[in-house]
């Protein structure tokens, strides 16, 4: 399950990257809201969203953040900032935020749990099948196995408080 990294800093989304790979998951890289966008169109297995607010282009992260809710509900969205801190309002329903600087390990643990959810969510879905489980089905059962019981491990990333 792909997370999309957006963020115009290339060496911050670098450290977004280390972040979303320590967590266990493959990271897709975006420098703007514009390129996120792209990159949704085209595929449709990304998990999660992770967005900078203040970018470049003809919208900004909390934009993003809306458009993705409006056209790609099931995705999961975090908006950090370290410069502008949005009120509840100003965040779409069901997004989370973090304000800079954060601890490597704090976001690790919140996005292994917004996507245990989402797959413990799918798992419970009814099937259209009866016994053995779909292949499907079973993968994430995998998936979220290997995620409630991972616990957060401090990697060189996780050691350091950054400035995201």
Not at 16 to 43: K, M, P, Q, S
Not at 109 to 125: G, K, M, N, V
Not at 135 to 154: E, G, I, K, N, Y
Request: glycine content about 6%; overall charge negative; charged content about 20%.
């Amino acid at each position: 399950m792909p997370i999309l990294n957006v963020k115009d800093d290339q060496l911050l989304r670098l450290f977004a990257v280390d972040i979303v790979e320590e967590a266990g998951f493959a990271a897709i890289e975006a420098g703007n809201a514009d390129e996120a966008t792209a990159i949704l169109e085209t595929r449709s297995d990304i998990a999660l969203v992770l967005t900078d607010i203040n970018m470049p282009g003809s919208m900004d992260g909390l934009k993003l953040a809306h458009a993705v809710r409006y056209r790609w509900p099931g995705i999961k969205i975090i908006v950090v900032s370290g410069e502008v801190r949005p009120s509840e309002n100003d965040l779409p329903l069901n997004s989370y935020f973090f304000r800079k600087p954060f601890l490597a390990a704090t976001m690790i643990s919140e996005i292994r749990s917004l996507i245990a959810r989402e797959l413990e969510l799918l798992s419970q879905e009814p099937r259209f099948h009866t016994g053995r489980m779909s292949c499907f089905a079973h993968t994430l059962q995998m998936q979220h196995d290997r995620l409630t019981s991972a616990v957060p491990t401090l990697s060189t990333v996780g050691a350091y408080n950054f400035g995201m």
